[in-house]
Each structure stands twice: as C-alpha cells, then as structure tokens.
C-alpha cells in the first residue's frame, strides 16, 4: 500500500511539493580546492559508493543525485573531508546545507516508521467510544426528553 493511500482513504487531499519533499535528491557541492587537488579525485571519493550519480561542474562543484533511502548529504560531505577536501564554508553555504541535513534526517526517519492505517484507527476509536458512557446522553428518562 502506498503511503499516502490510508490519507486518501481518510479523505484528506495531499499538500502540494515543496522544494525540500522527495526522497530522490540533487545537490551541489562546491568544493575548495588545494594544491595538488583535481575535482576529478573528489568525484572519485564518491563515484565508489553504490546508488550514487556524480557530475562534475567545472570549476568547483559536484552535483550529486542520491535517494535518501541509501544516502545522507552529511555522510557525502563527511566522505569527502575524510578524504582531504575542504567544502565550501560560507555562511550562506552552511546554512543551506544545515537545512538540508535536517530535512533529509527527518525524511530518513519519516521512512523508517511504519505505515499508520487512519481509517481503521478512527474506526476503532468510534466503535470504543461507543460502548462506554460518556457526557453526550441524556439523563432524562424517555418520556421527559419528548415532553411538550
């Protein structure tokens, strides 16, 4: 079952995709080069990981397409600064990929949590409420309730 049909069962609409929704990703990662460094070698680093696409971009960045299932932007990152490359450490940089590792964490744990059925859940709550007393009856006996 896919995920969104217990929301489309529930009658709920799917909001509409925003920039950081998906699981399959592409990101650039600008690399700054020391002596000695070619952007070839850092495509290298990541190029021996499985279900990975890298392109170079001349002259210092990498563009990266991943899903998340099998990857994380911060293990790429970390990958390559294990291996002697330095990222781009703007401010502006920092933040973005900052918020791409907490969009990417929660959708990695989004996807590792099981499937909730709303429909039966809500089902069960109804027929639970139900059988048990509760504020909505009446007191009254019968042939009050109907006095006119």
Do not use: N
Request: include cysteine.
């Amino acid at each position: 079952m896919k995920r969104e049909t217990p929301y489309r069962l529930a009658g709920r609409v799917k909001a509409p995709e925003v920039p950081c929704s998906g699981i399959e990703k592409r990101r650039a990662l600008r690399v700054r080069l020391q002596a000695g460094q070619t952007l070839e070698a850092a495509a290298f680093v990541l190029a021996e990981r499985k279900k990975l696409k890298v392109q170079i971009e001349p002259p210092d960045t990498l563009v990266v397409e991943y899903s998340v299932r099998d990857h994380l932007l911060v293990e790429l990152e970390e990958a390559l600064i294990a291996a002697g490359f330095t990222l781009d450490d703007t401010l502006a940089a920092r933040v973005q990929r900052a918020w791409y590792h907490y969009c990417e964490a929660v959708q990695r744990e989004h996807l590792e949590q099981p499937e909730r059925l709303l429909k039966q859940a809500q089902t069960a709550f109804v027929q639970e409420y139900q059988e048990h007393p509760h504020g909505d009856h009446d007191p009254a006996p019968e042939e009050l309730r109907h006095y006119h």
